[in-house]
């Protein structure tokens, strides 16, 4: 006897051996059992997912000698002339090869005819989609009014191909891709008829392989059992179909989550050396993300994973590190990676960047965890909690950095000194000038003249008071905005190597203030009054706390 491979071997011969499809074969069961049987279906939905197996059961239940029935007998004439697909009243069309209208003519002159032996004359057109449009409208009449003993089941991988005007005189019935877990509880069943030993790991790549097809799964299993025999294992799966294993991609994720380049450019080196598919990794990945997401967002009710227990467990177990906005930009930086390697002549280099670009993503804060970090400092502000909360803050490890020492008693002359030669710079306009105006004029662009007319009153080891012309009294508040003092702070660590904390007073009546630069002029176009808003804002206590924290400044106001 001929030898029968597995996909064809295992085809359903009943609606309740359908795997995946529950929604298509209980209405189907109920339409049968009602007597509401329509004239004409589609089966929409990606190969191998049962559209031809539930059409040819549809034509037994409706042929048996028993029914209509939804549980065909499998034994009579008819159904046997079905299964073995020489049935005179069951007509399998390929629509790829006979889309012309003149083969449709030649069908519709033939519906006319009585059944041979059978209840009704059913045709199935597989890939109704390549008929041309003459061959579509030419069947359109008889599709709307076909003699009561005739019905059409269409199938098609492609629905947006075929024309409306057809859609609309059919039920039509969208299949879905088979899950995960159904192939491989459809593979286990099998090969335990089949007296085939097979590790999970192994059924679980083959039907990551599967992409949602059964039909590709069990065709992927045939080739296995002939290429190891019937002790099977998920290396030889691997080695077959250039695969990569669950743990490989697994850690993979945790590489980029935890921004360890050196791992992820060690991992993909021993992909590319056993020859495995890069590209094919890439969409992988982003299955993998996109599972972690659903866990984050779902929490417990992770019932759309359809995922076996040990891989659930992996994204439930590392959900809780991660935040969801950087999984989403991370699923940004592969679905780019995605679009260049079809067209990169490196998939290595293009892979190795593209996840470099993922870890850094990964690790970058999201601005929704900042504006957590921030109220949770105006909330425990008025506790005097606020310094311990900037203190768990992301960023930097200050830590880790050496602590500087503070000016001792005798420095504090030569701090005073410094200072007296950064206003004398100043004033003369050299090139040390030119940068600290500079610095200054970038946070705050109006305060640049006033700092001209400036002199040092006194210091200590952390402070610093500037004197200003009593000229500008009225204007004190341009002296005191943080983002000038802040960067007025910055210039002087420049030049005195240490941070000093500074303050602002008018000068005495018998100290003359500093001749102020000529070539420095006042150009802004920003508005006073705007200004004036964001010093509001700077005022404001955890504002500020938060600014000087994370050394930063207020890029915009959102109320």
Not at 143 to 153: A, D, G, R, W
Not at 235 to 255: I, K, N, P, Q, Y
Request: with cysteine; proline share 5%.
């Amino acid at each position: 006897m001929a030898y029968e491979v597995l996909a064809r071997k295992w085809r359903p011969q009943q609606f309740a051996d359908v795997v995946g499809q529950e929604h298509v074969t209980k209405t189907l069961t109920n339409a049968i059992e009602s007597g509401r049987v329509a004239h004409a279906y589609i089966f929409v939905g990606s190969r191998g997912i049962g559209k031809t197996t539930s059409a040819r059961i549809l034509a037994k239940a409706l042929n048996c000698e028993k029914g209509p029935t939804p549980t065909p007998c499998d034994v009579c004439d008819s159904c046997k002339e079905v299964m073995a697909g020489n049935s005179l009243d069951v007509i399998e069309i390929d629509g790829a090869s006979n889309n012309g209208v003149d083969q449709v003519r030649e069908l519709r002159d033939n519906v006319r005819y009585a059944p041979a032996r059978a209840a009704h004359k059913i045709y199935i057109i597989d890939e109704v989609h390549m008929l041309s449009t003459a061959a579509f409208n030419a069947l359109l009449k008889t599709l709307e009014e076909p003699p009561p003993h005739v019905k059409f089941i269409f199938a098609t991988t492609d629905v947006h191909k075929v024309l409306p005007t057809i859609l609309s005189r059919c039920q039509r019935f969208d299949l879905r891709r088979i899950s995960v877990q159904d192939i491989v509880g459809r593979l286990r069943s099998g090969c335990e008829e089949e007296g085939v030993s097979i590790s999970e790991d192994a059924l679980l790549a083959i039907a990551r392989g599967a992409e949602g097809g059964l039909r590709d799964a069990e065709s992927a299993l045939d080739q296995i059992i002939s290429f190891r025999g019937k002790e099977i294992g998920e290396d030889d799966v691997l080695s077959v179909f250039g695969l990569v294993s669950r743990h490989v991609l697994e850690d993979l994720t945790l590489a980029i989550l935890k921004s360890d380049v050196p791992r992820i450019i060690g991992i993909v080196a021993e992909m590319d050396r056993a020859g495995k598919d890069l590209p094919r990794i890439v969409m992988e990945l982003m299955e993998n993300f996109r599972n972690l997401l659903v866990v984050l967002y779902a929490g417990q009710d992770v019932a759309a994973l359809e995922l076996p227990e040990a891989q659930l467990r992996f994204y439930q177990e590392h959900a809780s590190g991660t935040e969801a906005g950087r999984v989403l930009r991370v699923i940004d930086a592969l679905v780019e990676t995605d679009g260049r390697m079809r067209y990169a002549l490196s998939k290595k280099t293009l892979l190795e960047t593209g996840l470099i670009r993922c870890s850094r993503a990964a690790e970058t804060v999201t601005l929704n965890e900042l504006l957590k970090q921030v109220a949770e400092l105006k909330k425990n502000f008025k506790s005097g909690e606020a310094l311990g909360a900037i203190a768990e803050a992301p960023g930097p490890d200050y830590a880790a950095e050496p602590q500087k020492k503070k000016p001792a008693a005798d420095e504090v002359e030569q701090l005073l000194k410094c200072w007296h030669d950064i206003v004398d710079h100043m004033s003369k306009a050299d090139p040390l000038s030119r940068h600290i105006v500079d610095h200054i004029s970038k946070a705050d662009p109006l305060s640049r003249r006033y700092f001209l007319d400036t002199a040092p009153l006194r210091t200590d080891a952390t402070h610093l008071v500037v004197g200003f012309d009593p000229e500008f009294s009225e204007e004190q508040e341009r002296f005191e905005n943080p983002r000038s003092k802040l960067a007025l702070s910055r210039a002087v660590e420049k030049r005195v190597g240490r941070m000093l904390s500074v303050s602002f007073e008018p000068l005495p009546a018998d100290r003359k203030p500093l001749p102020a630069d000529p070539i420095v002029s006042d150009s802004s176009a920003d508005s006073t009054e705007e200004l004036t808003g964001l010093q509001k804002w700077y005022a404001t206590p955890v504002v500020k706390t938060v600014v000087e924290a994370f050394n930063g400044e207020i890029s915009d106001i959102r109320e």
